[in-house]
């Protein structure tokens, strides 16, 4: 469990919340109820990639995010500009553990410049900072 601190210190920077259980798990939320959860879901899909030791593993995993993702149509298809798209639809069918790194990198900076932001004024974020400061007080105070 996260603690209230923790809670705002999660205001700092998108990387704080990204790396928190709970605070990842809001994020999600707030950015499920925007529609825009791809890019959460993608940026996690590419942390979990680049840790991909087998070669046949990179290939598909590399394939699942491309078919998710990136193609055309793509179910939880991200907004990304047409050259970064154009590189790996060419370089797919020899995928390396970088081949998303320039997707990754402007999914992130669309989070923390546009969706962080709004998450930081949200109700989603506001009760759960209301959550761990009760939770807090009833700690430190439970004459009340």
């Known amino acids: 469990r996260s603690s209230a601190g923790e809670t705002m210190v999660w205001s700092e920077s998108v ?3 990204l790396a928190n259980k709970e605070g990842l798990a809001a994020f999600r939320a ?5 529609f825009s959860e791809e890019n959460v879901e993608f940026w996690l899909a590419c942390k979990d990639f680049k840790k991909t030791k087998s ?3 990179i290939a598909s995993k590399a394939q699942k995010i491309y078919s998710d993702f990136i193609q055309a149509d793509a179910p939880k298809e991200i907004n990304i500009d047409f050259h970064t798209k154009n590189d790996i639809s060419q370089n797919i069918s020899e995928p390396t553990l970088s ?3 320039a997707a990754q990198s402007s999914i992130y900076c669309l989070m923390a410049k546009d969706s962080f932001p709004r998450f930081l004024r949200s109700e989603v974020y506001k009760e ?4 761990h400061q009760d939770r807090n007080q009833k700690r430190w105070l ?3």
Do not use: Y
């Not at 707030?30 to 925007?34: G, I, P, T, Y």
């Not at 759960?128 to 959550?131: D, E, H, Q, R, S």
């Open 142 to 144: 439970p004459f009340l």
């Open 55 to 57: 070669s046949t593993k």
């Open 128 to 131: 759960l900072v209301k959550k």
């Open 15 to 17: 990387d704080t919340v």
């Open 30 to 34: 707030f950015l499920k109820s925007e």
């Open 99 to 101: 081949c998303f790194d």
